[in-house]
């Protein structure tokens, strides 16, 4: 098990909560709350252990734009690949804007 810590630069707030995904043989869970304003910090707990870098990097890609909401994400990873995790973090987003059902 392990636990890593993000921080990025975001833009207001998210609307509302939202949850995607379910923890899983190959999938991971994403918990979404309103962030601090300019702030995004994402929590990743995985089962995986030595991806850092690769976590690191899917993130990286995916709060590169700053004008998204600010949120705050707690990821519970049972051994997602990249794809997944971006899916997942799309959902939440999508739902946070009230955008999803």
Not at 34 to 53: E, F, I, K, L, Y
Not at 61 to 89: C, K, M, S, Y
């Amino acid at each position: 098990m392990q636990t890593l810590t993000l921080d990025y630069p975001a833009g207001a707030p998210a609307r509302q909560r939202a949850l995607a995904g379910v923890v899983g043989s190959g999938d991971l869970e994403v918990l979404l709350e309103p962030g601090r304003a300019g702030r995004s910090t994402v929590v990743v707990q995985t089962s995986v252990d030595g991806v850092n870098d690769i976590w690191t990097a899917v993130l990286g890609r995916i709060f590169a734009d700053e004008t998204q909401p600010a949120v705050a994400l707690e990821i519970n990873d049972f051994g997602a690949t990249p794809a997944v995790v971006r899916l997942r973090i799309a959902q939440a987003m999508e739902s946070a804007r009230g955008q999803r059902s």
